[in-house]
């Protein structure tokens, strides 16, 4: 048996049989690399990678714009989206993200028990909104355009 499978072997290395694709890629005859031909170089772009400063900046901004369309009161989520110029469950993900780090208090539509249909009311929770109505004065004392809301 191991006999029979080496002699089909030799003649299927002489060239006398090609049986399969596996025979004629070991078959080929191997290439060497072309010394003149490199792929292209990549551009190295330096980037700062110290942009805390600047997310910290982007999130304050995001909390004046949030603050400016629903205040100190219980607002519905449709509400803020509305006076936000925002389409429908557009700022929901953002609201959600904020309360499990306690800036703003959530609960069901009107004191009922929970209702898809309905949702929920947000309200800043009383930390953020100390902290919120001292960086407002602040903005509108040194920079006009984070007093400006996005859309009436």
């Known amino acids: 048996m191991e006999n029979a499978f080496t002699v089909q072997l030799v003649e299927i290395l002489q060239g006398r049989q090609m049986t399969s694709y596996l025979t004629q890629m070991l078959m080929t005859e191997i290439k060497p690399h072309v010394p003149g031909r490199r792929s292209p170089k990549k551009i190295h772009v330096h980037s700062n990678h110290n942009v805390e400063n600047a997310?910290?900046?982007t999130h304050k901004r995001a909390m004046l714009r949030y603050w400016k369309a629903f205040k100190d009161e219980w607002n519905p989520t449709r509400v803020i989206e509305e006076r936000m110029g925002m389409s429908r469950s557009s700022a929901l993900p953002t609201l959600v993200d904020w309360m499990g780090k306690e800036l703003v208090v959530r609960r069901p539509l009107g004191d009922r028990p929970y209702n898809r249909r309905s949702g929920w009311e947000w309200r800043w929770s009383d930390a953020?909104?100390?902290e919120l109505t001292e960086l407002a004065e602040r903005s509108s004392q040194t920079t006009p355009e984070l007093?400006?809301?996005?859309k009436p």
């Open 128 to 130: 953020t909104l100390k």
């Open 55 to 57: 997310n910290i900046e």
């Open 147 to 150: 007093s400006q809301t996005s």
